[in-house]
């Protein structure tokens, strides 16, 4: 399924009219994994306009550098001195949003989970929400270097591919995992701490692992998400746990669709060939492959 909604991956973007800094306290370093190793967070204010800054440790100063140093969430108000730790802030405290009805995305998400299932015999699944994962600029810049490395790879082979050319073969895909927190629920936008094997909070917050995907064969992606609802494993097992469809972009590049040949020019593998795509299963072994864009929390029969 070629990619849309290209559009709707990138960061949100908000201002403050006001000049004025304040903070009252961060949340518990044990909440989001421990940005800063665990210590407090000082109660600083500020102001940008004269560059002053009230610790209550130090006292005040003035000192030019705190102007482009001094990182404000633009969704919580949360300061950061640096901005690698406002990053970390909002890729788990951010991480997601639910759309809401109005949203157009959370209508065109919901057809193409609907119209995938492909499942005749048994009903529609319920859907619960659809949540939008807000991918920081640096996870999006590798998934656009790791396309660009593609294209420039499919220029040089003998064959030319025009899919690989145009955009590294980009392909809308879904992976099914689980999840035993409230992820989105109530306006959520955290993710929880615990990283086990099959997590959606982990795979937003930390990434794929290809060690953990069957056999070690790589990332295992689906064309329709009737097929990824069949190939999710560890579910059944553990009734705490609850179904997560994750909606993809992937970069596929080159495809090698047989047991034939080597794997030296290809960049993923075709799996079962289904009845309505030739690459009902696909398997990507870069990490950069893919991109988490939405998340379809729904619930069994």
């Known amino acids: 399924m070629k990619a849309p909604l290209r559009e709707l991956n990138g960061l949100p973007v908000s201002s403050s009219?006001?000049?004025?800094?304040?903070?009252?306290?961060?949340?518990?370093?044990?909440?989001?994994?421990?940005?800063?190793?665990?210590?407090?967070?000082?109660?600083?204010?500020?102001?940008?306009?004269?560059?002053?800054?009230?610790?209550?440790?130090?006292?005040?100063?003035?000192?030019?550098?705190?102007?482009?140093?001094?990182?404000?969430?633009?969704?919580?108000?949360?300061?950061?001195?640096?901005?690698?730790?406002?990053?970390?802030?909002?890729?788990?405290?951010?991480?997601?949003?639910?759309?809401?009805?109005?949203?157009?995305?959370?209508?065109?998400?919901?057809?193409?989970?609907?119209?995938?299932?492909?499942?005749?015999?048994?009903?529609?699944?319920?859907?619960?929400?659809?949540?939008?994962?807000?991918?920081?600029?640096?996870?999006?810049?590798?998934?656009?270097?790791?396309?660009?490395?593609?294209?420039?790879?499919?220029?040089?082979?003998?064959?030319?591919?025009?899919?690989?050319?145009a955009d590294g073969n980009e392909l809308l895909r879904f992976h099914c995992t689980t999840f035993a927190c409230s992820l989105g629920v109530s306006g959520s936008t955290n993710l929880c701490n615990a990283i086990p094997k099959f997590n959606v909070c982990s795979i937003i917050k930390n990434g794929f692992k290809v060690a953990q995907e069957t056999n070690g064969e790589g990332i295992l992606t689906t064309a329709t998400s009737g097929k990824a609802h069949d190939k999710a494993t560890g579910v059944e097992d553990e009734g705490c746990e609850k179904r997560a469809m994750l909606v993809c972009r992937v970069i596929a590049g080159k495809v090698k669709k047989n047991m034939d040949g080597n794997m030296e020019d290809c960049d993923s593998v075709a799996g079962d060939v289904g009845v309505y795509s030739d690459l009902y299963e696909l398997f990507v072994f870069n990490l950069r492959a893919i991109l988490p864009c939405f998340v379809v929390i729904y619930r069994g029969f």
């Open 17 to 165: 009219n006001s000049s004025v800094l304040s903070v009252s306290s961060a949340a518990p370093a044990s909440s989001v994994g421990g940005p800063f190793g665990g210590t407090p967070f000082r109660r600083l204010s500020g102001c940008y306009e004269c560059k002053m800054v009230v610790d209550p440790l130090l006292g005040i100063s003035k000192d030019p550098s705190f102007r482009g140093t001094i990182c404000s969430c633009p969704e919580c108000g949360e300061i950061f001195l640096k901005a690698e730790n406002l990053e970390l802030h909002q890729a788990v405290s951010h991480a997601v949003s639910e759309l809401g009805h109005e949203d157009t995305s959370k209508n065109i998400v919901e057809i193409i989970f609907q119209s995938s299932w492909l499942k005749k015999q048994t009903p529609i699944c319920q859907i619960d929400r659809i949540l939008k994962v807000h991918n920081t600029p640096k996870t999006i810049s590798r998934f656009e270097e790791y396309r660009d490395s593609i294209k420039s790879k499919a220029t040089k082979l003998p064959k030319k591919h025009p899919r690989c050319i």
